[in-house]
């Protein structure tokens, strides 16, 4: 017989950061901004709080996105708890490409493990992981938020077919300046301005630069500027983050390897400590910057 666990349950899960520039739809960085969740089972009903980033706009029903993915983690368990307290401290901005709903997801379904006894036993970190991807749509944000550190990911069919994730090493100078406007960009939107084929050269190009830009965060981050050159999707993007993406010309024309982050609008450079208060000086007005590291953890119970 299933059983819940006595108590709250706290979980936090790291902001990530997708593409990279040319990995598109396959390389994930997880970063050190972590949202902070803590959820118990109860005798009936749903309560959700919610703090930060999402406040007084998010739903507090069935329809919040970390409760719906609770109920899929649940499901796969086998049983539903008879109500639930949810509480999120939420710190990673949303809608600007820091993998905000992956983290939602990814706690959710962790947070839902956790809370039934010997839950580990029962659903296993893949099986885990594929049901996050399988609520996302695609693994990119999710692998980082789940896994931690740099992830390559996909799934085994263009369409179909179990999502797979491989960690790989990531140089411990290498940080990242974030850069985020005040304006939101949906990742729908995003996506609507990419055209349903690419020149085969653009293709060919990617994937050559996709494959440098592993070999540069494993220890030769002088190689960060070409391998972070993309050929998919960032123009074709421009109208909906004109902003974003002329402060994207403008850092890369200076030598400092700088992409979109995920579907935009934010601006991630990457960069050592020692250059990082140059390019914390290069945020525009009205944005906001931050310093940060990888972060090798991903989501964290306790």
Known sequence: MVTFVDGPVRVSVPATSANLGPGFDSLGLALSMRDELVAEVTGGGLEVAISGPGEGVLALDESHLVVRSMRAAFDLVGVQPPGLRLTCTNVIPHARG?????????????????????????????????????????PDNVAPAFHGGFVISGRDGRTEGDFYAVRSSVDPRIAAVVLVPPTPVSTEVARGLLPADVPHADAAADAGRTALLVAALAGQPEHLLRGTRDYLHQDYRRPAMPDSLALVDALRSDGVPAVVSGAGPTVLAFTDDAGAAALLGRCPDGWTAHHLTVDPEGARVG
């Open 98 to 138: 820091l993998g905000s709903s992956s983290a939602a997801i990814v706690a959710g379904v962790v947070l839902a493990r956790a809370l039934v006894a010997g839950g580990t036993l029962l659903v296993d970190d893949d099986a885990l992981f594929r049901l996050a991807a399988r609520l996302e749509g695609h």
